[in-house]
T-cell receptor
Framework: AQSVTQLGSHVSVSEGALVLLRCNYSSSVPPYLFWYVQYPNQGLQLLLKYTSAATLVKGINGFEAEFKKSETSFHLTKPSAHMSDAAEYFCAVKRETSGSRLTFGEGTQLTVNP | EPEVTQTPSHQVTQMGQEVILRCVPISNHLYFYWYRQILGQKVEFLVSFYNNEISEKSEIFDDQFSVERPDGSNFTLKIRSTKLEDSAMYFC????????????FGQGTRLTVV
């Protein structure tokens, strides 16, 4: 079975500050890992994905994440927060098998203060 | 840019009624999914569909749920006799053939059962 744990249901940062959203995964097989963002009243938009290539993955809007197998982590970072980054962020894991489901974490609500 | 479209965006129904949620996946995608998100909770997998049959389903996807791809373009989720606890945002997603591609999500249908 696979699972994802996001530490911190709410994270608040100041505009211009570092954003760090934590994700730890549990998977018995090599996983694919994803970060999705959900803006209010909208669907899920892919930020970035790890699919066993480079461990440091760059995504849209200046976000990046590093896959660390030894720590079973895939934390999301952005050097400088912008007001438009305020949203809910979901980490998700998928098995490396045909058509398998995404398993989502609980989500982290990011607030950016002026 | 191709996108997954869902209709309606909001559906209100009385308890016990049947509802059909509609989705048009991206045209060359092969895997189709339904997920739901109860207000304030995480996104949960319901069912995946490939080659005109269900490939995987969760424990949530019981006999009151069914999926269909009636005409090669639409992908529908039917809830036969709605319950109050079925109130949620329902997301359709589709994915291409390659295992390392991400799922693209629609904007969701907010189902309210009264």
């Amino acid at each position: 079975a696979q699972s994802v744990t996001q530490l911190g249901s709410h994270v608040s940062v100041s505009e211009g500050a570092l954003v760090l959203l934590r994700c730890n995964y549990s998977s018995s097989v090599p996983p694919y890992l994803f970060w999705y963002v959900q803006y209010p009243n909208q669907g899920l938009q892919l930020l970035l994905k790890y699919t066993s290539a480079a461990t440091l993955v760059k995504g849209i809007n200046g976000f990046e994440a590093e896959f660390k197998k030894s720590e079973t982590s895939f934390h999301l970072t952005k050097p400088s927060a912008h007001m438009s980054d305020a949203a809910e962020y979901f980490c998700a894991v998928k098995r490396e098998t045909s058509g398998s489901r995404l398993t989502f974490g609980e989500g982290t609500q990011l607030t950016v203060n002026p | 840019e191709p996108e997954v479209t869902q209709t309606p965006s909001h559906q209100v129904t009385q308890m016990g009624q049947e509802v059909i949620l509609r989705c048009v996946p991206i045209s060359n995608h092969l895997y189709f999914y339904w997920y739901r998100q109860i207000l304030g909770q995480k996104v949960e997998f319901l069912v995946s569909f490939y080659n005109n049959e269900i490939s995987e389903k969760s424990e949530i996807f019981d006999d009151q749920f069914s999926v269909e791809r009636p005409d090669g373009s639409n992908f529908t989720l039917k809830i036969r006799s709605t319950k109050l606890e079925d109130s949620a945002m329902y997301f359709c997603a589709s994915r291409g053939r390659s295992e390392n591609t991400e799922a693209f999500f629609g904007q969701g249908t907010r189902l309210t059962v009264v």
